[in-house]
């Protein structure tokens, strides 16, 4: 997942409330919600790539470090073929030996509306600024029979996914941009893609009343939703991929994390805490990497900085929290030794 940085969006959000105000807020939501006094975040994970699996035993090493959850992260077409290959039962049912949660999360579009389809069924993908359809990312949120062909693969790859949790992460593309034609262009980013998201939460909801889907606030996403309003369902996944590792998140020297955190808070207003997530990049060898495989790059652990954004998420009230740990494999752990994970484990509060 590689954002542009210049998407960032600059607009300027208010401050966030003093933190006593805030606890205070987050305990009558979270009363509201029925949530427990559980202080321990619900989700303790790691999103890796497929292939990582194949060098390093992650199911081991992540129950033995105190984690719960281990997500893969490709294309929903390249995680089934894997889930469906050997090695994929092998890694389901060791997870489910070792009491670990398996989830999906993924840009999917590409997948879930294939692109073959564009010669014969132009109208079903995105029109770009110059007004020509284009099969190069998402879909036409305005066509009915685009949405219902995402729906359909969606609920296929749902059952051969079988994420443990029931919760499901099917991405708009990386970073790339939506429709543009006259009845999508009123719509922002996000409110097209929720406006996805709540067609195919019911369609997955038909095979699984208690499935949820994420909306991912990244990229093009930041901004809350104005138009469309989620259904019971959807939660917000929260990706801050713009952040500086080596300072903490709730910094108020750092303009990108001032407004990292005002970005939060606006989502969260709409989403609410329940069942939000946080993704995070504390252990993303391939982003301190630079996404160039040649450049294995140790990751710059901050076991403080990692301390006070766990504790700044649960402030917020999110409770499920994940970080990219992708190509932490056993070529890295030959060339760095051990990576945190125990001390990424230790970082959640007893
Ligand atoms: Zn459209």
Known sequence: MRGQQD???????????????LAAT??????????????????????????????????????????????????????????????GGAFRAECGT??????????????????????????LFRMNDAGDRVPDANLCV??????EVVCENT????????????????????????????????????DQALLLENAVLAALRRADPKATLAHLCYANTLKPPTSVKPESGIFLEFAPIQRRSDRPLNDPGIPAHVEALATLDANLAVFGRE???ALEYWLDVSRFSGWKRESLTKIPWDAAVVRNDIQCYAAHGVRHVTNFAVWLDGEYAKRFGDPPLKEYAAAFPA
């Open 26 to 87: 987050m305990r009558r939501d979270a009363q509201a919600a029925g949530a427990t006094d559980d202080a321990r975040a619900a989700t303790r994970g790691v999103v890796i790539a497929p292939g990582d699996l194949a060098t390093w035993p992650w199911p081991k090493k992540a129950k033995e470090a105190g984690l719960n959850t281990i997500a893969l992260h490709a294309a929903p077409s390249a995680c089934a073929a894997f889930m469906e290959s050997d090695a």
């Open 275 to 277: 069942r939000a997530q």
């Open 142 to 147: 305005s066509a009915p029979a685009a949405v």
């Open 155 to 190: 609920v296929a790859y749902a059952k051969r996914l079988r994420p443990s949790t029931g919760r499901h992460y099917f991405w708009i593309d990386d970073g790339q941009p939506m429709c543009r034609c006259p009845k999508c262009r009123g719509l922002s980013e996000s």
């Open 7 to 21: 998407s960032w969006t600059r607009r300027r959000f208010c401050q966030i409330a003093s933190g006593a105000m």
């Open 98 to 123: 070792l009491g670990l949660a398996i989830e999906f999360e993924m840009h999917a579009m590409a997948d879930l509306l294939p692109r073959a389809l564009f010669e014969k069924r132009p109208e």
